[in-house]
């Protein structure tokens, strides 16, 4: 699975969260700072080459749609993220977020308790 740019990966949620969207759809949805139709086109025929999004054709127009789920996508880009900033570290993670008091000792238990009972 190939890197998305900040501008791939915008487009794909809009993607994902449509399901299936022709281009001038998915620039309705851009409200901050949305770029030129042809660009936009460019980008999600880009989105194809890389084998996230495939097409319905309607005459000389496509309808796309996500190959990739969010899901398959978070896992991926989670086990990079962990292994590029945490060292491979899931406590290292876990404990950069406790100490940048985004997470709660509330939500910390909850997830221990998610992971005892997986036991």
Known sequence: MQKLTNKEEEIMHILWKLKKAFVKEVMEEITVDPPHYNTLSTIV????????VAYTAFGKTHQYYPIVSI?????????????????????????????EEKISAAELREILEMIENKK
Do not use: C
């Open 45 to 52: 025929r880009n989105l194809e080459e890389k084998g996230y």
């Open 71 to 99: 899901e398959e996508y978070r896992k991926k880009f989670m086990h990079t993220a962990i292994d590029n900033y945490f060292n491979s570290s899931y406590k290292n993670m876990v404990s950069f977020f406790a100490k």
